[in-house]
């Protein structure tokens, strides 16, 4: 799958298991260290604080010893149990926040999420899960500036989950936009919101991350050719590429040029237009719950 980082949290206080497996939350990252070492994966050391929803769940990453985490899951020991990882100076985000919509509270911005906020121990939140986005949790990130996330929360072989054989199917994930491919970098990266959640076709994040990432991954050459066509306008041929495994969708919005443009992973097309800067919305990004990455093409 080309992974270059990764994380396994598994769930802290629910362990259905317990009588059968003794429950140890640091042996995850102990018996996958040796296997991430020899294929060049870089592993963070995390889990996943399990509280009852609301608040719901969180995700601790860079984590330290986990033998003084909580087990009791009430409540009343909410706050606790997420401070501990807090006390590690661990990268805490908030899981899947709309996952249980039935529940009163569950998607909304409750006081125990604002008082982990402005106590700076709230740093991002999973904005997708598995194939499930959650808009308005992309709404609070951008608007409270915190690190946008994307997960597959799988309980099984991922195999199971995505059928990889089929196009555009693949394991939801958080592209990083990092330096190199270190833990040092992948939590400066984190810390400093630098992030896109891609599932499917589709790309979620800030709106400077995700244009950053469409003009790293989308050129335009320069023209091959140009005729005169019967209103006696300047046509001009270009060649766009996209230089990445991602897939974009375009719809013009201003300007002349192609009305849609679909940009497949690792591909070139032609396109004809006039000389000028065509507007085209993104529609396979979302950098609002409800707005799409907007792009100038440059055709001198």
Request: with cysteine.
């Amino acid at each position: 799958e080309g992974l270059d980082a990764i994380a396994i949290t598994d769930h802290m206080e629910y362990t259905p298991k317990k009588d059968d497996i003794t429950p140890n939350n640091n042996r995850p990252y102990e018996i996958a260290k040796p296997s991430a070492q020899r294929q060049g994966i870089t592993l963070v050391k995390g889990t996943e604080v399990t509280r009852q929803t609301p608040p719901g769940h969180f995700n601790a990453l860079f984590i330290g010893d986990t033998d003084d985490y909580l087990t009791v899951n009430t409540n009343e020991t909410d706050r606790e149990a997420v401070m501990k990882a807090e006390a590690q100076n661990a990268f805490i985000f908030w899981n899947h926040p709309g996952w249980q919509p039935g529940i009163a509270g569950s998607y909304e911005w409750l006081p125990f999420i604002e008082d982990l906020y402005k106590n700076k121990a709230l740093d991002g939140i999973e904005v997708v899960n598995g194939t499930g986005f959650h808009m308005k949790a992309l709404d609070w990130c951008i608007d409270k500036n915190l690190t946008v996330m994307g997960s597959t929360d799988v309980h099984n072989l991922i195999s199971l989950s995505y059928d990889n054989s089929r196009d555009y199917v693949h394991r939801t994930m958080t592209l990083v936009l990092v330096r190199d491919n270190t833990p040092e970098s992948v939590r400066e990266a984190l810390d400093a919101r630098r992030t896109v959640a891609w599932a499917s076709k589709y790309l979620m994040g800030k709106e400077e991350n995700v244009r950053s990432l469409f003009n790293a991954c989308v050129e335009v050459l320069p023209s091959h050719h140009s005729e005169t066509n019967r209103e006696g306008k300047t046509i001009k041929y270009y060649q766009i590429r996209n230089n990445s495994d991602l897939y974009f969708e375009m719809e013009r919005t201003a300007g002349n040029g192609p009305g849609r443009i679909v940009l497949y992973p690792q591909s070139s097309q032609v396109i004809a237009a006039e000389s000028g800067q065509p507007v085209y919305s993104v529609v396979t990004t979302y950098v609002r719950s409800d707005k799409h990455l907007s792009v100038n093409l440059l055709l001198p």
